[in-house]
């Protein structure tokens, strides 16, 4: 039996026009499944409930007192250390775009007030949940939605001529192939290796407000040949399917990228696509429960790992599809229902726990 749905809700997007994975895949995804309306949060309004995304002016909705406050954070900037330098200026960056209403230089702090004013809160990892339950005794660990990729699933594991790697995420992640650049090279010496990509086309490189790039530029210095596609719920299965192998580089020495969640890493598997990760906590721990150990955290096992798989077209057909089942069984949609509903429950009881 669902909950009482609250009668007025609002939210605090990553985009206006709600095209962020950050608004597609978490609490907008999940407000049209269970039919629960909202409007843009006006920070005036007194609502039943707000969401607030990692996104929002944090500063301004720290100090909101009309409203249950859900505050969404997904990414890991807790466990950014405190002599990062993107983490020292983030503040400041948001203050002199116009992105917050107050100056707050101490970014770390600013999360911490907003999780200690939030009713709830909802994050990505166990790990996650540990850093925030200092601040905020309701948190709540749930993976993003994947559904619009269920009706595609890859069906033919033979290769061709060509060996076709397939990415896909935010271009502010291309960086990210740093980690498997050398990797290539030295396979495309061996093998026809071509690259695929699926993301924005252009982006800013920091903070989503300064510096304005082309993502071919990146793309080009990774790896030849390479092609760029526009990310698009339509688009993404088509290309993904269409390929051998998946690709997931995170430079395991970079805090945030290695306190990512597996969502990349589920996504394709939800389309039966195998995957080779880099050996974050999250992908070891969830290979490890598919017993589908392809995580790598050198070069060599890279190698290794990516030689393995173009060789042998059994191999990568068993990934795909144990990666599938896994996925079936732990990672159902209702299960991610259920999980917000908890998460709006909890944030709901909160008022009369208050009072």
Not at 152 to 171: C, I, S
Request: hydrophobic share 40%.
């Amino acid at each position: 039996m669902v909950f009482k749905k609250p009668a007025k809700v609002g939210y605090v997007p990553h985009s206006p026009d709600f095209e962020h994975p950050g608004d597609k895949r978490r609490f907008a995804y999940y407000a049209r499944r269970r039919g629960i309306p909202f409007e843009i949060a006006d920070p005036a309004k007194s609502y039943d409930l707000v969401v607030v995304t990692q996104n929002a002016d944090l500063g301004l909705w720290v100090r909101h007192a009309k409203s249950r406050i859900i505050f969404d954070l997904p990414d890991s900037y807790l466990s950014v250390a405190r002599t990062d330098p993107k983490g020292l200026l983030r503040g400041l960056a948001k203050y002199v775009g116009g992105k917050t209403r107050y100056l707050q230089l101490d970014y770390w702090k600013t999360l911490q007030d907003i999780c200690r004013r939030a009713d709830a809160v909802a994050c990505s990892t166990e790990a996650q949940r540990r850093d925030i339950l200092p601040f905020c005794r309701s948190v709540h660990p749930i993976l993003d939605f994947h559904m619009m990729c269920e009706g595609t699933v890859k069906q033919d594991y033979a290769r061709k001529e060509v060996f076709n790697l397939v990415w896909e995420g935010l271009p502010t992640n291309l960086h990210c192939f740093s980690v498997i650049r050398e990797v290539l090279r030295t396979l495309s010496a061996r093998h026809r290796l071509a690259l695929h990509l699926v993301t924005n086309l252009d982006y800013h490189r920091y903070m989503g407000l300064y510096g304005r790039r082309h993502s071919i530029d990146e793309v080009r210095r990774i790896f030849q040949p390479a092609y760029l596609y526009e990310w698009s719920e339509t688009f993404l299965p088509v290309i993904a399917t269409a390929c051998d192998l998946a690709v997931i580089p995170l430079p395991l020495d970079n805090p945030l990228a290695c306190a990512k969640p597996s969502n990349k890493l589920l996504l394709f598997w939800r389309m039966g696509v195998p995957a080779v990760t880099s050996a974050t906590p999250a992908y070891l721990a969830t290979m490890s429960e598919a017993r589908l150990p392809m995580a790598c955290r050198t070069e060599d096992e890279w190698l290794k790992m990516l030689e393995h798989y173009i060789a042998d077209e059994q191999a990568r057909k068993d990934a795909g599809q144990l990666g599938r089942a896994y996925v079936q069984q732990h990672s159902s949609e209702e299960a991610a229902l259920l999980a917000w509903d908890r998460l709006l429950e909890a944030a709901l009881a909160s008022k009369a726990t208050d009072a």
